[in-house]
């Protein structure tokens, strides 16, 4: 959450309308209703034998837990990098969602399995004291849904926890139409079809903050960004003969990085072209953090060929003699034959 300027021959900040002091407030504000509330419901769902009532005293546990986990992980990211932690401990908050995730996914399959024990032979259900429970687990839900959208979402871990939030809103008015029903026609299955509910929500939630905080460990490039786009894009700029070994990836949510080799013609100027292809990266892809290595054409083993030889797919093995001989991915030229 905290996020700080980093200098790669030029200078760059991250603005946030939000402060992680702020978010750490509107965290705790939210835990401490939750857990308050989650303790209540667990006594009622235990007397009123509401297994909707328990699976969502069980969410609100997840709820509570992702809320501690985004807390603690904020508190790490806020670290300054030192020793072998060169990006310091920022992506903690990444593991927190993935955790999140996790916790989601295992709940929903106990809670699925119980659900359809229930369904085959239903208990007596208090259809009452149930609803009573979900409509004010709904106004519960709601302020907390509201003290976290007033958090910077744009982390990957508040985002973990505001999803968490608003599943368990959704599974509360599952709750209460499922204690209205019970209440009014004696239909005691409804209880079970709500936490089914519940569960399908949790599920969903959790397979995205999965997926997303992995995408993120594996290094993939952010969401929105085609990275072959961007290396013809780069590629197509003055004085740019060559773009390869380009990697865009994600130190943290909201954090991209990006590093390159760029072979500009001789004669043309390194630092001039530098600085033009990070205002291209800042400015429409929103890059701040940007390590690219230029070279001249026929500088440091790099091909005098490149100027001679057309630009064709795959380049072999002539063309990339004695330079980055284990470059990654694809190499990106101007002109139409662009890969």
């Given at each position: 959450?905290?996020?700080?300027?980093?200098?790669?021959?030029?200078s760059?900040s991250?603005?946030?309308?939000?402060?992680?002091?702020?978010?750490?407030?509107?965290?705790?504000?939210?835990?401490?209703?939750?857990?308050?509330?989650?303790?209540?419901?667990?006594?009622?769902g235990?007397?009123?034998?509401?297994?909707?009532?328990?699976?969502?005293?069980?969410?609100m546990?997840?709820?509570?837990?992702?809320?501690?986990?985004a807390?603690?992980?904020?508190?790490?990211?806020?670290?300054?990098?030192?020793?072998?932690?060169?990006?310091?401990?920022?992506?903690?908050?990444?593991l927190?969602?993935?955790?999140?995730?996790?916790?989601?996914?295992?709940?929903?399959?106990w809670?699925?399995?119980?659900?359809?024990?229930?369904?085959?032979?239903?208990?007596?259900?208090t259809?009452?004291?149930?609803?009573?429970?979900?409509?004010?687990?709904?106004?519960?839900?709601?302020?907390c849904?509201?003290?976290?959208?007033?958090?910077?979402?744009?982390?990957?871990?508040?985002?973990?926890?505001?999803?968490?939030?608003?599943?368990?809103?959704?599974?509360?008015?599952?709750?209460?139409?499922?204690?209205?029903?019970?209440?009014?026609?004696?239909?005691?299955?409804?209880?079970?079809?709500?936490s089914?509910?519940?569960?399908?929500?949790?599920?969903?939630?959790?397979?995205?903050?999965?997926?997303?905080?992995?995408?993120?460990?594996?290094?993939?490039?952010?969401a929105?960004?085609?990275?072959?786009?961007?290396?013809?894009?780069?590629?197509?700029?003055?004085e740019?003969?060559?773009?390869?070994?380009?990697?865009?990836?994600l130190?943290?949510?909201?954090?991209p990085?990006?590093?390159?080799?760029?072979?500009?013609?001789?004669?043309?100027?390194?630092h001039?072209?530098?600085?033009?292809?990070?205002?291209?990266?800042?400015?429409?892809?929103?890059?701040?953090?940007?390590?690219?290595?230029?070279d001249?054409?026929?500088?440091q083993?790099?091909?005098?060929?490149?100027?001679?030889?057309?630009?064709r797919?795959?380049?072999?093995?002539?063309?990339?003699?004695?330079?980055?001989?284990?470059?990654?991915?694809?190499?990106?030229?101007?002109?139409?034959?662009r890969?």
């Amino acid at each position: 959450m905290t996020e700080h300027a980093h200098s790669h021959g030029h200078s760059h900040s991250h603005a946030h309308g939000v402060s992680p002091d702020a978010d750490r407030r509107w965290l705790r504000a939210a835990l401490i209703l939750l857990t308050a509330y989650m303790a209540v419901e667990v006594v009622i769902g235990v007397v009123a034998q509401s297994l909707a009532l328990i699976s969502d005293a069980a969410h609100m546990l997840t709820d509570a837990v992702s809320i501690v986990l985004a807390l603690i992980a904020m508190r790490l990211a806020a670290r300054p990098a030192r020793g072998g932690f060169t990006y310091g401990l920022k992506r903690a908050e990444i593991l927190s969602a993935q955790a999140n995730g996790i916790t989601l996914l295992l709940l929903s399959v106990w809670l699925a399995y119980e659900a359809v024990e229930r369904l085959i032979s239903p208990p007596k259900v208090t259809g009452g004291l149930v609803l009573i429970t979900a409509l004010a687990g709904i106004v519960v839900n709601l302020i907390c849904t509201w003290l976290l959208s007033k958090a910077n979402r744009s982390s990957l871990n508040v985002e973990g926890a505001y999803q968490h939030i608003l599943t368990d809103l959704f599974g509360f008015v599952a709750t209460a139409v499922a204690g209205l029903v019970v209440l009014t026609t004696g239909f005691e299955r409804a209880d079970a079809i709500a936490s089914l509910v519940v569960v399908a929500l949790m599920l969903r939630a959790g397979t995205g903050l999965v997926r997303e905080s992995g995408r993120i460990f594996m290094e993939a490039a952010p969401a929105g960004i085609d990275p072959d786009a961007l290396g013809d894009h780069l590629a197509a700029a003055d004085e740019v003969v060559e773009v390869h070994d380009l990697h865009i990836w994600l130190i943290t949510s909201g954090q991209p990085a990006l590093s390159a080799h760029i072979l500009v013609a001789p004669g043309g100027d390194c630092h001039k072209v530098r600085r033009s292809l990070q205002e291209l990266l800042s400015g429409e892809y929103g890059i701040t953090h940007a390590t690219l290595q230029v070279d001249h054409v026929g500088e440091q083993g790099a091909p005098d060929e490149l100027l001679t030889l057309s630009p064709r797919p795959g380049p072999g093995p002539e063309q990339r003699a004695g330079h980055c001989e284990d470059a990654h991915g694809p190499v990106h030229r101007p002109g139409p034959h662009r890969h």
